[in-house]
Nanobody
């Protein structure tokens, strides 16, 4: 199967920056979209940004101009550069991928365990 492992979360002051990384491993044949979701305390999980294998990206309005998503297809890794962080960016950030495993017939949704980002005011 496919596993996603995130890294890079932590505590940062408002206005600061963090960079998240997520590496996919396992019996991967192909990965289409990769991205990041987040869940703040007491709120539903929401899309932060997503990027296709061709490099096209979309972002939530709340992070446009502050966050940038990128990926290294050779390494099956996606990154999220977060700048000008605000306290409302606090939450657990989950990596997401649509992966086709070797021998599989359809893309499956895969989620990471999540990494906590805390932005202090």
């Amino acid at each position: 199967q496919v596993q996603l492992v995130e890294s890079g979360g932590g505590l940062v002051q408002a206005g600061g920056s963090l960079r998240l990384s997520c590496a996919a491993s396992g019996s991967i044949f192909s990965i289409s979209a990769m991205g990041w979701y987040r869940q703040a305390p007491g709120k539903q999980r929401e899309l932060v940004g997503i990027i296709t294998s061709a490099g096209r990206s979309n972002y939530a309005d709340s992070v446009k101009g502050r966050f940038a998503i990128s990926r290294d297809n050779a390494k099956n890794t996606v990154y999220l550069q977060m700048d000008s962080l605000k306290p409302e960016d606090t939450g657990v950030y989950y990596c997401y991928a649509e992966a086709l495993v070797i021998g599989g017939v359809r893309y499956l949704e895969v989620w990471g365990q999540g990494t906590l980002v805390t932005v202090s005011s």
